[in-house]
């Protein structure tokens, strides 16, 4: 605030004043989507861990764990949801 040099009081009226309830609602449910995607994600990966898991090292954590499509899916969809909401 100080770099655009207004009050605190000025900035918060603004704010108010430019921030709608459709941003507000809009901005949720993309929080939403994205958590349930990053969800979905994680535990389809999860499953698909195979051999025993007394087994594992540190090591192993992380490995394997993006393919390339995977990267460019997500991709995509972040600039779909920036286009539509």
């Known amino acids: 605030m100080s770099g655009l040099d207004l009050t605190p009081y000025t900035y918060l009226q603004e704010s108010q004043r430019t921030i709608t309830l ?3 609602l809009s ?4 929080a939403l989507v994205f958590a349930f995607v990053i969800a979905w994600i ?13 087994r594992w090292r540190c090591d192993d954590i992380g490995r394997g764990n993006v393919d390339p ?3 460019d899916r997500g ?3 972040a ?3 920036h286009y539509v909401g």
């Open 42 to 54: 994680g535990c389809q990966r999860g499953f698909q861990v195979r051999g025993e898991w007394r």
């Open 27 to 30: 901005s949720l449910l993309k």
């Open 69 to 71: 499509p995977d990267r």
């Open 79 to 81: 600039v779909v949801l």
């Open 75 to 77: 991709f995509g969809f």
């Open 22 to 24: 459709f941003y507000l």
